[in-house]
């Protein structure tokens, strides 16, 4: 579907917005916002868990358990991204 319609009216001085154009967007804003909702929707962006999670955790703890949980996470939340930083040397949170 295609709407012709005179968007300018353009004048000796100035271009101005034609008062047909003005109704026009007035009306199809409500309609373009709820499509954009839809389509964000439909994509999964407007919900869902999606960053970066650091861990720096001991090597056998890293091993043993994290990183079983870390794959769980990932299965759960494919938009999520973890880095594992397994090490045994001391680290100051400071």
Same mark, same amino acid.
């Not at 954009?36 to 358990?65: C, P, Y």
């Given at each position: 579907?295609? +709407? ?49 999670? /650091? ?7 890293? /091993? ?12 759960? +939340? ?7 930083? @397994? ?5 100051? @949170?400071?």
């Amino acid at each position: 579907m295609h +709407y012709v319609i005179l968007l300018w009216l353009r004048l000796q001085v100035a271009l101005q917005l034609q008062q047909s154009t003005f109704k026009f967007l007035v009306q199809i804003r409500d309609v373009l916002d709820t499509l954009d909702f839809t389509n964000e929707q439909v994509a999964g962006k407007g919900s869902g868990v999606r960053g970066l999670v /650091r861990i720096n955790t001991a090597v056998a703890l890293g /091993r043993l358990h994290i990183s079983r949980i870390v794959n769980k996470l990932q299965d759960v +939340y494919p938009d999520l991204s973890v880095e594992l930083v @397994p090490t045994d040397t001391f680290i100051d @949170p400071v």
